[in-house]
T-cell receptor, first 112, second 119 residues
Framework: DQQVKQNSPSLSVQEGRISILNCDYTNSMFDYFLWYKKYPAEGPTFLISISSIKDKNEDGRFTVFLNKSAKHLSLHIVPSQPGDSAVYFC???????????FGTGTSLTVIP | ETGVTQSPTHLIKTRGQQVTLRCSSQSGHNTVSWYQQALGQGPQFIFQ???????GRGNFPPRFSGLQFPNYSSELNVNALELDDSALYLC??????????????????FGPGTRLTVL
């Protein structure tokens, strides 16, 4: 039972444009959400997070939006850079749980 | 401040064997989790340790076991290896206690992983 879903396995964007990565979840108990970036042969690297009490969190070029009613979050990267090319994982956790649930990832390619 | 480290980087075992993977948590982090990432999938939670005790477990059989040591290093042991155990095994640490105890929502920091191949 996949509680966190990333329905786009891959995304290609021109350098300088906006990249939008999407994530959907099914568990209404989730209250903390994160995005991780993963390069080949490395572990996931934390990128940005958001608590369910917010609907937006921004960190430099990265912004995460949370729509609780739709159980949907998205990661915006503006402007996209070639170094952003990686696999991006969405993850979520519930206040009474210990594990993070991950999506299957979206492979982003930023074309120079 | 050192990050999360894991050893070995790669490992090849045969079906039925046992394996031990090691992790050294980030300095000051007292909670460690282990994840299995199969090819093309996201990381799947195996279990979490806090103060040397298992504190949460995912949908993995008992042949997956672990230990956490006072210096916050930890081990993942897998007995009776099966072909489907071939995956990247990730260790992640966090500075505070597990959610539900501390109520915190801080971030997990991952190590580079151990690539296990079972033949």
């Amino acid at each position: 039972d996949q509680q966190v879903k990333q329905n786009s396995p891959s995304l290609s964007v021109q350098e300088g444009r906006i990249s939008i990565l999407n994530c959907d979840y099914t568990n209404s108990m989730f209250d903390y959400f994160l995005w991780y970036k993963k390069y080949p042969a490395e572990g996931p690297t934390f990128l940005i997070s958001i608590s369910s009490i917010k609907d937006k969190n921004e960190d430099g070029r990265f912004t995460v939006f949370l729509n609780k009613s739709a159980k949907h979050l998205s990661l915006h990267i503006v402007p996209s850079q070639p170094g952003d090319s990686a696999v991006y994982f969405c993850a979520a956790s519930a206040w009474d749980g210990n594990q993070f649930y991950f999506g299957t990832g979206t492979s982003l390619t930023v074309i120079p | 401040e050192t990050g999360v480290t894991q050893s070995p980087t790669h490992l090849i075992k045969t079906r039925g064997q046992q394996v031990t993977l090691r992790c050294s948590s980030q300095s000051g982090h007292n909670t460690v989790s282990w994840y299995q990432q199969a090819l093309g999938q996201g990381p799947q939670f195996i279990f979490q340790y806090y103060r040397e005790e298992e504190n949460g477990r995912g949908n993995f059989p008992p042949r997956f076991s672990g230990l956490q040591f006072p210096n916050y290093s930890s081990e993942l042991n897998v007995n009776a290896l099966e072909l489907d155990d071939s995956a990247l095994y990730l260790c992640a640490s966090r500075p505070s206690g597990p959610r539900g105890l501390a109520g915190s929502a801080d971030t997990q920091y991952f190590g580079p992983g151990t690539r296990l191949t079972v033949l």
